[in-house]
């Protein structure tokens, strides 16, 4: 599986982003996707997670209510809707696709990563 995250870019405080993730290889509809982060001297955090049929959902406490993970299997793509961004979410952010069908925000359950997509958010 390879998976190419793109959408990223500048904004200010306050505005708003898609990021987009498909995927090539191999179907994304049976198994659950994530979204990870990774600022500047920091370690990689987790986002945001669907399960495989979107039924399911789960976000990090600091971009609940303003992150929005969804996907469309039949485009073999996951989307992050990003709203109300912060200086804080300024970092790369990596899609990934876990090795089981219901949602993890576990790092080590995700065996394929994409090559992480800058977002960089002004203050």
């Known amino acids: 599986v390879q998976l190419q995250a793109y959408g990223g870019g500048l904004v200010q405080a306050g505005g708003s982003l898609r990021l987009s993730c498909a995927a090539s290889?191999?179907?994304?509809?049976?198994?659950?996707m994530g979204w990870f982060r990774q600022a500047p001297g920091k370690e990689r955090e987790f986002v945001a997670t669907?399960?495989?049929?979107?039924?399911?959902?789960d976000y990090a406490d600091s971009v609940k209510g303003r992150f929005t993970i969804s996907r469309d299997n039949a485009k073999n793509t996951v989307y992050l809707q990003m709203s109300s961004l912060k200086p804080e979410d300024t970092a790369v952010y990596y899609c990934?696709?876990?090795?089981?069908?219901?949602?993890?925000?576990?790092?080590?359950?995700?065996?394929?990563w994409g090559q992480g997509t800058q977002v960089t958010v002004s203050s």
């Open positions: 990934a696709r876990a090795v089981m069908p219901e949602l993890t925000t576990l790092p080590s359950a995700y065996a394929y």
């Open positions: 290889g191999r179907t994304l509809s049976r198994a659950a």
């Open positions: 669907i399960s495989w049929n979107g039924a399911r959902r």
